[in-house]
């Protein structure tokens, strides 16, 4: 028998069995383990905003883009109010139908007033409910990416802390054995380190999705501002002289 046969069957290839990333997880205890359950759940809520997040900014982009199709192409405002109450995921859309509901109003109250009415009151009232209806939009296209970056920023540290603990309960088993062989240290060490990998699983995903979203919502809230001053523009010049 050679020299590196005798190493390789003195040393054999870990199996699967040794190697199976669930039967780490379920072999860790106390608050390993509750750390680990902890970045799961932080991975799977993670999964669901990516796709609910993705979808909604996805649609909110398309239905957008139409409305604005529409809305420079089509003169009347009533038509266009038609369309934009079909477009219900477009945020421009739904400032328009805000700041065509108080034109309306407020030409009624200018007709029953016989044009006795404040231009420049009338227009701010129109831009109160179009910045009212900005900043719900914003709330309801920002909702749930906040999510994404507190697991961003927090995953990797509490699996650092998860690996830190195994890490103790390693050396703390080692010191009521007595021995400080392969055998006795690697175990702990791989249930501890197992936190660390699954904190970066969980945050990575996280961060690029965070990034990602906080792009498209600043395009969509560039046309946000963008149409906010265009129809008050119109409404200036066509409706309340």
């Known amino acids: 028998m050679t020299l590196l046969s005798a190493i390789a069957l003195s040393n054999p290839a ?3 069995k040794e190697l199976d990333l669930f039967q780490l997880v379920l072999s860790s205890g106390g608050v390993v383990l509750f750390v680990l359950f902890l970045l799961i759940a932080f991975f799977v809520v993670t999964t669901f905003v990516i796709g609910y997040k993705g ?5 909110a982009t398309k239905e ?5 199709d529409t809305f420079w192409q089509v003169k009347r405002l009533e038509k266009v109010y ?3 109450k079909e477009l219900r995921r477009s945020p421009v859309a739904a400032l328009f139908r805000a700041g065509y509901l108080e034109l309306m109003r407020l030409t009624k109250k200018r007709e029953a007033a016989e044009n006795n009415s404040d231009s420049e009151s009338d227009l701010e009232n129109i831009e109160r409910a179009l910045r009212r209806a900005s ?6 296209l920002e909702s749930l990416t906040p999510l994404l970056a507190t697991v961003g920023s927090s995953a990797p540290f509490i699996g650092l802390f998860g690996t830190v603990w195994g890490i103790m309960d390693s050396f703390r088993n080692i010191g009521s054995k007595g021995t400080a062989n392969l055998a006795t240290v690697a175990p702990g060490i791989a ?3 197992i936190a660390t990998a699954i904190g970066l699983v969980a945050a990575i995903p996280a961060v690029m999705a965070f990034n990602y979203f906080a792009r498209r919502l600043k395009v969509l809230s560039g046309e946000m501002d963008t149409f906010h001053n265009d129809f008050l523009n119109i409404i200036k010049r066509n409706y309340l002289n």
Request: hydrophobic share 35%; aromatic share 8%; glycine share 4%.
């Open 64 to 68: 957008t883009d139409q409305f604005l």
């Open 14 to 16: 870990p199996t699967g």
């Open 135 to 140: 900043i719900s939009e914003t709330t309801s």
């Open 55 to 59: 979808y909604q900014l996805v649609l």
């Open 82 to 84: 038609e369309r934009a």
């Open 191 to 193: 249930e501890a380190l």
